[in-house]
């Protein structure tokens, strides 16, 4: 069962008034090997009570997480050479510019 099925389980859960506590043993019950967590029961039912009753996930603003930037990756790439054979920023810097 995927997530999306048990969003809408737990919404049924929740319109028939039954508490997030009953809710986990039911899907623990039912789906032992695959049922949701407790704080994910409790944060749906939170987001119905402010009647958020879609059983869709919302876009998240900012950067995906797939993003590489250059620029990290050379910072990172110093901070490696330099840690790992104690030279200067500098002489990374050279080194690093003239590959």
């Keep these: 069962m ?32 695959t049922a949701p967590g407790k704080s994910t029961i409790k944060d749906w039912y939170a987001k119905f009570r402010r009647g958020e009753m ?5 876009e998240r603003s900012g950067r995906p997480k797939g993003v590489v930037i250059v620029e990290n990756i050379k910072k ?3 901070m490696i050479l330099n840690d790992d054979i104690n030279i200067s920023n500098e002489t990374v810097h050279i080194s690093f510019t003239n590959i």
Aim: charged share 40%.
């Design 2 to 33: 995927d997530k999306k099925e048990f969003r809408v389980l737990i919404k049924y859960c929740f319109l028939k008034e039954i508490n997030t506590v009953e809710a986990k043993t039911w899907l623990d019950v039912e789906f032992p090997d």
């Design 54 to 58: 879609s059983t869709e996930y919302d």
């Design 76 to 78: 990172n790439h110093k």
